[in-house]
């Protein structure tokens, strides 16, 4: 009679565990999914794709407004559309992406280093402007048109890739709502479980 109630007695506790550490494994699902995006956040800036980058961790942001990783992806991406920007010589908007960025990351020597920069470059930028104008009036009007196509394809780019972005956070919304669902579902088996089987204790 004693060695059936140990038994009894095991087999309990195996399954009090069991049943009180299921849900543990249901929310590593969403963690995992998490670290999918900060990880295709980080590929989109190593490729140099920072305009995705910036948009992915924007979406990243209206889920999750604290999210830490996302945060940094977003200063990042800052910092490369800054650095491109300037590359371009649109040293006003290289600025305003170097100011962002420092606002979330004040302590970085690089962005107050490009800063620094950029506040000196307006004064060289119209030295050299003098005489680039001259030359590049009669360039312009052709390169104009295949600059207009060159943004509108690139707004384009932009916008699908921000629609692809929506549709996926809305469909990792809605399977998010019913893993919610089956999480609850599950939970309350667990109780009633429990509950039969201290009754029956």
């Known amino acids: 009679m004693r060695l059936l ?22 929310l590593s699902e969403e963690d995992s999914l998490e670290d999918r995006w900060i990880q295709e956040g980080n590929i989109l800036l190593e490729s140099e794709q920072f305009e ?21 992806i977003l200063t990042r991406a800052w910092i490369g559309i800054g650095k491109e920007e300037k590359k ?3 040293f006003l908007k290289a600025k305003e992406y170097f100011e962002k960025a420092y606002e979330k990351w004040p302590l970085n020597e690089s962005i107050r280093k490009e800063l620094s920069e950029l506040n000196e470059a307006p004064r060289q930028y119209k ?7 001259n030359n590049s009036i009669s360039q ?20 699908i890739e921000k629609l692809k972005i929506e549709l996926e956070t809305e469909r990792l919304e809605r399977t998010n709502e019913n893993g919610w669902n089956w999480t609850y579902l599950l939970l309350g088996i667990q109780i009633t479980v429990l509950f039969a ?3 029956k204790i």
């Open 5 to 26: 109630f140990s038994e009894s007695a095991v087999f309990r506790i195996f399954a009090f565990c069991i049943l009180l550490l299921s849900p543990l494994f249901l």
């Open 52 to 72: 995705e980058a910036e948009l992915l961790a924007n979406s990243i942001l209206e889920s999750d407004p604290s999210n830490s990783k996302a945060e940094f």
């Open 88 to 90: 371009k010589g649109d």
């Open 127 to 133: 030295r050299s402007l003098a005489s680039f104008r």
């Open 140 to 159: 312009s009007a052709s390169n104009k048109s295949i600059e207009d196509l060159t943004i509108s394809m690139n707004v384009l780019r932009l916008e």
């Open 197 to 199: 089987i201290f009754r």
